[in-house]
Structures are given as C-alpha cells and as structure tokens.
C-alpha cells in the first residue's frame, strides 16, 4: 500500500511566522502535490513537482513556496503566514501523472491566529 | 477554464439500495477519471479509475465512462450506512501535463 506521511494533524501557527508543512512518501513516486482544500472551494492545487528539485505552480501559489531535496520528501513554506491560509492541507504523490491515481496523506489542519 | 461538475447533494439512498454518483466534465480530450471518498474530517482515499469508455467493476463499486456524453458515473450496489461520505469525481484535461481537476464532490447519505 502507498504510504504519504503528513508531520502534524493540526497546527496552530500566528500571523506573520513562517510554517513548513512536510510530506513524505514511500513508494518511490516521481510525482508529488500540494493541496488547499476549503468548504465549498473544493481541492486546489497549490504546487507540485515531477522530480527532485523540480516543481511547477498550481492554480494558488501565492504565499507560498515548496522544497524538494530528495525525492521521497515535499515541503510546503508558508513565507509569512497570513490568516486567510487557515486551511486543510493534503500532499499527494503518483508513480504516473498524469494519467497515474494520486494518493493522499490525512493532512494538516493549520490554523492561522 | 476546464471543469467539473457534480451534484452536491446530499444524495439520501436507503440501506441496500444503489446509490448512483454522477460527474460531468468540460473537456472533450480528458484522458483518465477517478473516483474519491472523503468522510468528514479526513482525506480522500481513492476508489475507482477508468480510462476507456465502458464499465469497470471492483467489487460493490462499478465506474461508468461515457466520453461521447463527457460523463463518468459511480455506482455503489448495496449501500451500506459506512458508504456515507463525500464523493469526488477527478478528471484529468488533455493539455494538463501533470494535474488533476477535482469536482467540489456529492454528499452521499445511507440510511439504515
């Protein structure tokens, strides 16, 4: 079974501090994503990167920032935290994308106060 | 801007019914459709895909495709009250490269 591994279930983090989220993978997948997903906004794609050190935006990349050194292992930055991040997130990863199934982890509930 | 549509409900189906989910997409060229439950509070766990037109069974569920017509249907036989959940509907668009169009989901209810 594809494991993803998000760090935290919930966090609470105030305005202005700078927040990683982590996400790890152990399936060897190439592929890995960041989603945002808010009530009545559905799952939006923040970033996503297709090998190591690489990665492209998404539909909402603004504030945000992403890191991957290895390849198990997508970070996501919040620079400077602002209270509209208030948010669940979900890291996904795929052996195949497109056209591959994409695999979710539980996410981070992160609160912004 | 590609799309995908879905009911959100909630669809109210009773205990050993057939629920029926429906989704429909923008782009004519998508390639591959997918099928997630989410129960409240927790992420989405994929059930079903389909890439070619026509039915695909995996025990309870069947995933329909229909390209000509832009629809993807899940069928859930024999309802059970733990099928109770948000089901999203993703598409993947011909000149997406990597991403995936998620629907904003339908509200599954079974009542026992």
């Known amino acids: 079974d594809v494991k993803v591994t998000q760090s935290s279930r919930y966090l609470v983090k105030r305005t202005g501090e700078k927040v990683f989220l982590e996400c790890v993978q152990d399936?060897?997948?190439?592929?890995m994503f960041w989603y945002r997903q808010d009530p009545g906004l559905g799952l939006r794609l923040i970033y996503f990167?297709?090998?190591?050190?690489?990665?492209e935006k998404g539909d909402i990349p603004e504030g945000y920032s992403v890191s991957r050194e290895k390849k198990e292992r997508f970070s996501l930055i919040l620079e400077s935290a602002s209270t509209n991040q208030t948010s669940m997130y979900l890291c996904?990863?795929?052996?195949?994308?497109?056209?591959?199934?994409?695999?979710f982890g539980d996410g981070t509930r992160l609160s912004i106060l | 801007q590609k799309e995908v549509e879905q009911n959100s409900g909630p669809l109210s189906v009773p205990e050993g019914a057939i629920a029926s989910l429906n989704c429909t997409y923008s782009?004519?060229?998508?390639?591959?459709f997918f099928w997630y439950r989410q129960y409240s509070g927790k992420s989405p766990e994929l059930i079903m895909f389909?890439?070619?037109?026509g039915d695909k069974e995996d025990g309870r569920f069947t995933a329909q495709l229909n390209k000509a017509s832009q629809y993807v249907s899940l069928l859930i036989r024999d309802s059970q009250p733990s099928d109770s959940a948000t089901y999203l509907c993703?598409?993947?668009?011909?000149?997406?490269?990597?991403?995936?169009?998620f629907g904003s989901g339908t509200r599954l209810l079974v009542r026992p």
């Open positions: 996904a990863s795929s052996f195949e994308a497109p056209s591959g199934p994409q695999h």
């Open positions: 399936m060897d997948h190439e592929n």
């Open positions: 990167s297709y090998d190591v050190k690489m990665k």
């Open positions: 782009d004519r060229g998508s390639q591959s």
């Open positions: 389909i890439y070619s037109n």
């Open positions: 993703a598409v993947n668009p011909v000149d997406s490269s990597y991403k995936l169009i």
